[in-house]
């Protein structure tokens, strides 16, 4: 991990493979240039989006699964848990 990425929340996106289409809209949105089209086709014919992510630069921030037309994108977000945080008081309104 690279420094000063301590503070900065981690994730990974995973796409349906044989629902994308390939529109590389998802290329576009992340922020750190992480998703690329795959090299191989999908039964539909399309070259389908994967995460390249070597160094674990995915905050989880979920740009691609939003703009993705086709809703193919899921993203998991990497919690970290402190067991000595307080749990913060709940607000609830009526």
Same mark, same amino acid.
């Given at each position: 991990?690279?420094?000063?990425?301590?503070?900065?929340?981690?994730?990974?996106?995973?796409?349906? =493979?044989?629902? #994308?289409? *390939? %529109?590389? $809209? @998802?290329?576009?949105? &992340? /922020?750190?240039?992480? +998703?690329?089209?795959?090299? !191989?086709?999908?039964?539909?014919?399309?070259?389908?989006?994967?995460?390249?992510?070597? =160094?674990?630069? #995915?905050? *989880? %921030?979920? $740009? @691609?699964?939003?703009? &993705? /037309?086709?809703?193919? +994108?899921?993203?998991?977000? !990497?919690?970290?848990?402190?067991?000595?945080?307080?749990?913060?008081?709940?607000?609830?309104?009526?």
């Amino acid at each position: 991990m690279a420094a000063g990425r301590s503070s900065l929340a981690r994730g990974r996106m995973v796409v349906n =493979e044989a629902m #994308c289409k *390939g %529109c590389e $809209l @998802c290329t576009i949105v &992340c /922020p750190y240039g992480l +998703i690329s089209m795959d090299t !191989h086709y999908n039964a539909k014919g399309y070259r389908p989006a994967k995460l390249i992510d070597p =160094e674990s630069r #995915c905050t *989880g %921030c979920t $740009l @691609c699964a939003m703009i &993705c /037309p086709d809703a193919v +994108i899921t993203v998991f977000r !990497h919690v970290k848990v402190h067991s000595h945080a307080k749990p913060k008081p709940r607000i609830v309104t009526a």
